[in-house]
């Protein structure tokens, strides 16, 4: 994984954390400020998310969890043991605190709950000492689409912390529709009152590592804090899908819960990522857009991995595994002892096929709006 992105990243939502004094505070300004429409239906998405996939884990693994915006979710859920995995100490010092206010207004609840700092979850083998029944990735999955060998990476520690049967489920911005947005703006920068999409990849996007910076006013990727905006990466949904094939991942396309349903485009019934359907009618109309850009996903683990994997993956490992301190950066929380395996090159399924866009995704991108109206006009 690049360095500086992760770099910048970290920078970004260090200076994004610790707003509020107190969580109350911080719901307060969730329901008053500018983008509070959206951020209302992106977290009762995530509530949905996780009541319908991880309703009956006992055991969570979060990865990306920010400042612990769904601390609540899961403890209504009725989960009692999660682990929160994020690459900004400062957005992770306040999840812990957000989860000891919590478990102070809660306390008759057995709930561990711990929240740990690294950036290795697309650069090495991250090993929870025992897997999960659900894991989570929220707004979050597009940072490790910065090359192919960090997404890699990344599916290879969902993977390997994952039950079998387990879901694996998020939400993430839709490449497409990020391209589409560029297109509509000017110079391949698309600005309005609430959001400000602009591309840095050069000439078509590919597979991976098409970056972009977005903006979205009033929340966690905004621009107001000395930062751009946030330093994020085109998604293919094609791409998703290939690669998460190779990690025993297939996606579900039927969520069965029409609750869920009524937030989601219809058009996307049979797809891999559905778009939020959102209805902002007293806001700017760029909130809805910004909305719409986010997706769901949901994955469940059908194939064992690694492949064969009824054999623990660590017995695979060489003879220097076992309990150590974890080797990440020393901002790193005191948590739970994990076993670290290396070496680290994730193992997908040898022969599956290169992660490459649909024609169709080929076609949205590599279009440019001189090549739509040519199109256009021969069409006529
Ligand atoms: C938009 S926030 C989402 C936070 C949380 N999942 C939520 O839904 O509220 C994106 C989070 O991804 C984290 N992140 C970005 N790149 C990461 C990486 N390589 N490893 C771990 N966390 C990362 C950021 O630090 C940030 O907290």
Redesign the pocket.
Known sequence: ?DRQS?EY??E??NKH?NQFATTKEALAARSSGPSAPLKKL?NTI?RLLIKRFAGQADRLL?????????IWKWIDAGIRQVKG????PH?VDEAGTRFAEARAKRPELELDYSFVA??????SEWKEPAPYDAV?????AH??FVSEA?LKQ?LHNVSINLVQGGYFF??VPDGRRVNDCVLAGQGMRFHSPMLTVEARWKGAPECFGSAYICAIGD???GAEKGTDG?LEYLVYSSVFVTVAAQFGLEPVLDYDTPELGRLLDPADRAKPLKHFAPRFPQSDPSLERASRLFATFVFQKRRPYPAGAAEPPQKRARADEGEQAPREDATAQPTARRRIVKPAAPRAEEGAPAPKLTEEERLDATRMPSIEQHLRSSRR
């Not at 995995?85 to 900004?88: A, E, G, W």
């Not at 989570?136 to 979050?140: E, G, I």
């Open positions: 994984m992760l990243t970290r970004h939502y954390s992106h995530k979060d990865l990306a969890c920010g400042r612990g915006g769904d995995i994020d690459l900004s957005e690294t950036p290795e979850l697309g650069l989570t990735c929220m707004f979050a940072y490790f960090a990344f998020g939400t929340t966690v990727t946030s």
